[in-house]
């Protein structure tokens, strides 16, 4: 089964837009948090999870990053109802 990708955020006419509570509001078994600095790894990490659940069959959504699409917010597992997110503040990876 293919992944599906998409945005939590994005610019609008009006202001921007989040979504992000909607993600962490949602019933998960599982939730891994993941914090660090930029380029320390924590987006190949949930591609890697994420590689390796779909080789399993599995059904997978990557969150990119509203602010640069190579980064990913989060790998959200369907079928075992777990997600791994990136809890590091945007403000903080800027500085």
Do not use: W
């Not at 924590?42 to 399993?56: H, L, P, Q, W």
């Not at 079928?79 to 809890?87: C, Q, S």
């Amino acid at each position: 089964m293919k992944p599906v990708y998409f945005f939590l955020g994005a610019n609008s006419e009006e202001a921007f837009s989040r979504f992000y509570d909607q993600l962490l509001g949602g019933r998960l078994d599982d939730l891994t948090i993941l914090k660090g600095g930029p380029g320390c790894g924590k987006s190949t990490f949930m591609r890697r999870v994420g590689a390796a659940m779909e080789r399993a069959g599995e059904r997978i959504v990557y969150i990119n990053c509203s602010g640069d699409p190579i980064p990913l917010d989060a790998a959200i597992f369907l079928d075992r109802n777990a997600a791994i997110v990136d809890g590091t503040s945007r403000m903080a990876q800027h500085h």
